[in-house]
């Protein structure tokens, strides 16, 4: 059996907007195993971007606990966890965020810049995750160059770049046409069976859920159903 | 890192250059007030052994005559001599024909300025002639006046025209602005105008400047009980107060230094609050990436401190081009003070000033950056 990669207990979130106090996660219990493609679904405000953000290490639940790899996210303070994620995640987003004045190598070369990589190795791995994405050609455009499709790939090659364990996308689709979309399922499906990546997805949408091997279901921040494909 | 604020620098060039460009123009503007100051003050051809007596009240007002001996009785006194600003008008009002005219004694005006080279036979000659005068290299040069030339100064704030003769040349070792001056025998005015013995002040070397705090004591205190008392300083302190007589030009200059650097402040400020502000989403990619906060506080603030250094780099070096200029229109303004020279002073206070804007307008944008949840920076786009 695969080992157990992310491990949630009992975790909730509130947030205070003005004088209201809002549930966005209730007691949430979920377990990922290495390896897994899951699939995060659930209408808006139902809390999965939270949870993903809770994975990630860049927001801290109210309750509960997190552990990512054998580490309790809890334990660290804001520095250690700014190394752990650089270390263990790579987050793809749904606006691919990339950094519009640098080029596509240069946006990927930004997360390797905090290793002790010298410049050769860090160019080997960047031109390898560009490779993986199929825009080798494309490492000198800057992101206008590049439609959204591309940009999205980009942003999922300086997701991989570092070589993390844990790859986190939220809406990874959200932004894009259907032939695009197809494109970065693709991508994410042969991440996981080739390279063997642990990937935790949001998203709306059933036919992107479908390419996860698993399904959760997330309304009014409680987990409800799961599916396996 | 250091890729990136180069490429956040060029983002928005022409915001950047407006930036870096009115900082510049703040300094330059600084710097040139820093400089008339210090030329204003005389550094340059002040001597640290020579003070200056005057009367207490104002320079308007004049000493007894008598003073020089007592003076010249002090212990660490070397040479003294009188000096009296006469003005008047050369020719006409121009600026270009305004210059320093003095009246001292030729016999004793070279014991009190020992750094002075005189052309041969220059001292005798004007000596030995009431209405001879002496002038500067650059004065001379300027003017194309030739040793036997007669020039007339028709009095204002004394009621005598005064006809001279030039009888030599000097120069000054060091500053040409110190050689845009005319000196002639004070006692042919004191005689046109009935020997009434008033003088303006008393020019005076000590055998070093470590005796200069001593002997200002005792000059003030040996005139305390007389109805004209003084004040002694030294040279570089009384060219500013020779100038000051126009108000308080230091006070003055500093308040609008002053005002340029805070309204200077305050754009660079907002500049770089807003440059922050449109990549709040990409700052929390950065952390989401692993950026520490405290390597996000470093981002932001390299960069303002790079628009303050370039502005302040661009304003010391347009102060380095045009120095020499800005000092000889001066010069053919009227204003003769000495050269505008940018010494260690200047281009230390424009580039301190520079760092320090650019780090002050970075720290409050960048403690935001470096305080900002991640999760907030990324809603705000998204």
Same mark, same amino acid.
Do not use: Y
């Given at each position: 059996m695969a080992e157990r990669l992310v491990e949630i207990s009992d975790v909730t979130k509130n947030y205070r907007r003005d004088a209201f106090d809002i549930k966005?996660? %209730?007691g949430v219990s979920m377990d990922v195993s290495e390896g897994e493609f899951v699939a995060l679904m659930g209408p808006s405000g139902s809390g999965k971007s939270t949870l993903l953000n809770l994975l990630a290490g860049i927001d801290r639940p109210t309750s509960g606990n997190i552990r990512v790899a054998g580490q309790s996210?809890? %334990?660290? /303070?804001d520095s250690q966890l700014a190394g752990w994620r650089h270390r263990n995640v790579g987050f793809v987003f749904q606006f691919y965020h990339?950094? #519009?004045?640098?080029t596509a190598y240069e946006n990927l070369e930004l997360p390797l @810049?905090?290793?002790?990589?010298?410049r050769a190795q860090r160019r080997r791995k960047v031109d390898l995750a560009l490779e993986v994405v199929g825009l080798a050609d494309r490492k000198d455009h800057y992101p206008r160059q590049l439609s959204g499709g591309q940009e999205q790939r980009v942003a999922i090659a300086r997701a991989i770049v570092t070589d993390p364990r844990l790859v986190l996308a939220d809406e #990874? @689709?959200? &932004?894009?046409d259907a032939g695009s979309a197809q494109e970065i399922l693709d991508l994410l499906a042969q991440l996981n069976e080739e390279f063997g990546k642990t990937i935790v997805m949001v998203t709306h949408d059933p036919r992107a859920a479908e390419r996860a091997r698993r399904e959760l279901h997330l309304d009014k921040g409680r987990l409800h159903s799961a599916a396996r494909h | 890192m250091i890729k990136l604020i180069r490429r956040n620098l060029l983002r928005n060039k022409r915001r950047t250059i407006l930036t870096v460009l009115s900082i510049a123009i703040a300094l330059i503007l600084l710097a040139f007030l820093d400089l008339l100051l210090a030329a204003m003050s005389g550094v340059d051809s002040a001597n640290a052994s020579r003070l200056v007596v005057r009367h207490a009240i104002s320079l308007t007002f004049s000493m007894p005559a008598a003073y020089e001996q007592r003076l010249a +009785?002090?212990?660490?006194?070397e040479g003294i001599t009188i000096m009296n600003w006469f003005q008047g008008r050369y020719?006409? &009002?121009? #600026?270009? /024909?305004?210059f320093p005219r003095f009246g001292t004694d030729p016999d004793t005006f070279p014991d009190v300025y020992p750094e002075l080279e005189f052309s041969p036979g220059a001292i005798d000659a004007w000596r030995a002639e009431r209405t001879a005068f002496i002038a500067g290299g650059a004065l001379a040069e300027e003017k194309g006046w030739e040793p036997g030339d007669v020039i007339t100064i028709e009095g204002d704030i004394y009621p005598v025209d005064i006809e001279l003769t030039l009888r030599g040349i000097f120069t000054h070792p060091t500053d $040409? +602005? +110190? $050689?845009r001056v005319l000196y002639f025998d004070w006692q042919y005015v004191e005689e046109a105008l *009935?020997?009434? *013995? %008033?003088?303006n002040s008393f020019y005076i070397l000590l055998d070093?400047? &470590?005796n200069m705090n001593e002997t200002i004591a005792q000059a003030e205190a040996m005139f305390e009980?007389?109805?004209d008392q003084v004040r002694a300083e030294t040279e570089a302190a009384f060219f500013l107060s020779f100038i000051e007589m126009m108000g308080n030009i230091q006070f003055l200059f500093s308040a609008i230094g002053l005002a340029v650097i805070a309204s200077i402040f305050f754009i660079t400020v907002n500049t770089m609050a807003m440059a922050a502000r449109e990549r709040t989403t990409e700052v929390a990619v950065l952390r989401t990436l692993g950026f520490t906060r405290s390597r996000v506080l470093a981002i932001v603030l390299l960069e303002s401190l790079s628009v303050g250094v370039l502005g302040a780099a661009m304003g010391l070096a347009f102060m380095v081009l045009t120095a020499g200029a800005l000092s000889s229109f001066l010069a053919s303004q *009227?204003? @003769?003070?000495s050269e505008l020279r940018l010494g260690e002073r200047t281009p230390t206070l424009v580039m301190g000033i520079g760092v320090s804007l650019g780090l002050a307008a970075g720290l409050v944008p960048a403690l935001q950056a470096m305080n900002m949840k991640i999760v907030d920076g990324l809603r705000r786009v998204a």
């Open positions: 966005v996660l %209730a996210l809890g %334990a660290l /303070n990339l950094i #519009p004045v640098l @810049t905090l290793t002790k990589l010298s #990874p @689709t959200g &932004d894009l | +009785a002090l212990e660490h006194v020719i006409d &009002d121009r #600026p270009e /024909n305004f $040409e +602005a +110190a $050689e *009935g020997n009434p *013995g %008033a003088i070093s400047p &470590d009980n007389s109805p *009227g204003m @003769t003070f």
